[in-house]
């Protein structure tokens, strides 16, 4: 049973440029999260998607965007890309009502 | 105020003892869970541990324990026998609430264990 995955593994984008990362979630999973975690911090909430709806949302402006597919994978978008933009992104998955989120091994985006 | 709050940034433990990682929380919402996360160099997030505020007992896991502390909103994470694979990075974490739709995860800064041969 494949877990979390995300693609691609590592990116290096300019400012300004937009960005799309892709996580699967684990079999069985229809809720997918995302977290930015800044280096020698801990991770951040983006937002969370459900029934390809978002339904929670962190304090990341209107630049961070996504979307959630009839399969349950999501897409993270990040438009006109800042320096600080660059972190670890990571895609959590969870089933209905569950307390545990199950982590992928995240994209590292690093904006030059 | 900090939600989750982890004052050691780093740590070193000699092989085989125990380790005790601290971390303090700050909700008005009676309910909610706290978790603690192990992360390797290679980035992934490992779930150990789970204690909901209404358990009455502290969570265990194998080698890992849950000092649960309420009244004083600790949670510290109890690693017993410590071994190399045990060096990593580890988060504390806290959902608040467990309204359905509700479960974004507020994490600490971390506390970086290095476990000495």
């Known amino acids: 049973d494949a877990g979390v995955t995300q693609s691609p593994t590592h990116l290096i984008k300019t400012r300004g440029q937009q960005v799309t990362l892709r996580c699967s979630p684990k079999s069985g999973h229809d809720t997918v999260s995302w977290y930015q975690q800044a280096l020698g911090q801990g991770p951040q909430f983006i937002f969370q998607y459900y029934e390809e709806e978002e339904r929670q949302r962190g304090n990341f402006p209107d630049r961070f965007s996504g979307h959630q597919f009839p399969n349950y994978s999501s897409e993270l978008n990040v438009n006109a890309l800042l320096l600080g933009d660059s972190a670890l992104y990571l895609c959590a998955s969870s089933p209905t009502g569950s307390n545990e989120q199950f982590f992928g091994p995240g994209t590292r985006l690093t904006v030059l | 105020a900090q939600k989750i709050t982890q004052t050691q940034p780093g740590m070193f433990v000699q092989e085989k003892e125990a380790v005790t990682l601290d971390c303090t929380y700050d909700t008005s919402d009676p309910s909610y869970g706290l978790f603690w996360y192990k992360q390797p160099s290679s980035g992934e997030m490992i779930f150990l541990i789970y204690?909901?505020?209404?358990?009455?007992q502290n969570a265990t896991e194998g080698r890992y324990s849950l000092n649960f502390q309420k009244a004083r909103k600790s949670a510290n994470l109890v690693i017993s026998a410590s071994q190399l694979g045990d060096s990593a990075m580890y988060f504390c974490?806290?959902?608040?609430?467990?309204?359905?739709?509700?479960?974004?995860?507020?994490f600490g800064t971390g506390t970086r264990l290095t476990i000495i041969p």
């Open positions: 974490a806290m959902r608040e609430g467990f309204n359905f739709g509700n479960e974004k995860l507020t």
């Open positions: 204690q909901g505020s209404y358990d009455q």
